[in-house]
């Protein structure tokens, strides 16, 4: 059976701030202002993750490159350690959760010494165990990671990682994905949140929907399925520089996409009387009396 919980909306910021550290403190303001709960940040150790050859190489998409190489324009897009705890810093001062993905050993290391409530883990790197044990071994918040690009055979291992040292209950969400940028309709496959409350529910903390479709009607069908964490990719301007821009909600769809989900959660109730107080002016007046 479904648990309904008021679903948390995390705002992606990613690097849509375009490596600029005013734009990333400006996409915070409007993601409060949005009503999001969660902002997220990504940090990288580039030269740790990418092998030379992938450093060194261009950007597969030169219109929306950053620098000479894929390296550099990385490079350009990461934030440090010390503005990363700045971004941490105003997230509390506006009553916003501040988190970011780690995509490898050395960031997941840096990241857990400010000690965020939750990090997450990307689709791509939830195959990276070294990364996956710094994470359940030494941080103790919670471990959000997504599934997408992933087998059910991946997932399994994922899973019981975590359970060897009974954390998957505790402090494991997990996260139905389809990875692409935007992904159509017709791939998004919003009934795999369904398989995995069916085939995880009792063994992790949470399951949650993290999209990368256009607009913001079927978020609200993920809810209404049982997912508790809603994440979108969130910039200014979905017209800026850059890979994720495309996939990412403006402002004024971020404030809708709070503003329904609430309203969503809010009606997945049953009634609680046969007839409720509202309908029972309606019934005196109109009900079909012989």
């Keep these: 059976m479904v648990k309904y919980i008021k679903p948390k909306i995390i705002a992606e910021i990613g690097c849509n701030h375009k490596g600029e550290f005013d734009i990333a403190i400006e996409l915070l303001k409007l993601a409060k202002e949005c009503g999001a709960d969660v902002a997220k940040f990504q940090k990288r150790n580039n030269k740790e993750l990418l092998t030379e050859e992938q450093y060194n190489s261009p950007h597969p998409n030169q219109s929306n490159s950053y620098g000479d190489t894929y390296g550099a324009h990385r490079e350009f ?55 996956l044990e710094v994470l359940r071994d030494e941080f103790k918040g919670e471990v959000h990671l997504s599934f997408g690009m992933t087998t059910q055979e991946e997932e399994r291992k994922v899973i019981e990682f975590f359970e060897e040292k009974n954390d998957a209950k505790d402090r494991l969400v997990i996260y139905s994905c389809t990875s692409g940028y935007p992904v159509p309709f017709k791939n998004v ?58 996939a990412s909600l403006e402002p004024v769809g971020l404030r809708k996409l709070c503003r329904d989900l609430n309203a969503t959660y809010t009606s997945l109730t049953y009634k609680d009387s046969e007839i409720l107080e509202i309908e029972q002016v309606q019934r005196d007046k109109l009900k079909y009396r012989k």
């Design 77 to 131: 897009l990461e934030f440090s350690l010390d503005q990363h705890k700045k971004l941490k810093e105003y997230c509390d001062s506006i009553d916003l959760e501040y988190s970011t993905s780690v995509w490898d050993v050395t960031s997941a290391k840096e990241m857990i010494t400010f000690k965020p409530n939750l990090l997450k883990v990307p689709s791509a790197c939830n195959n990276h165990f070294e990364m």
């Design 189 to 246: 496959c919003l009934l795999e949140i369904t398989r995995l409350i069916n085939k995880y529910q009792d063994r992790v903390k949470a399951i949650g929907f993290s999209g990368h479709h256009l607009g913001i009607a079927i978020d609200n069908a993920a809810v209404a399925i049982g997912a508790t964490w809603v994440e979108r990719h969130f910039t200014k301007d979905r017209t800026w520089k850059g890979t994720d821009h495309a």
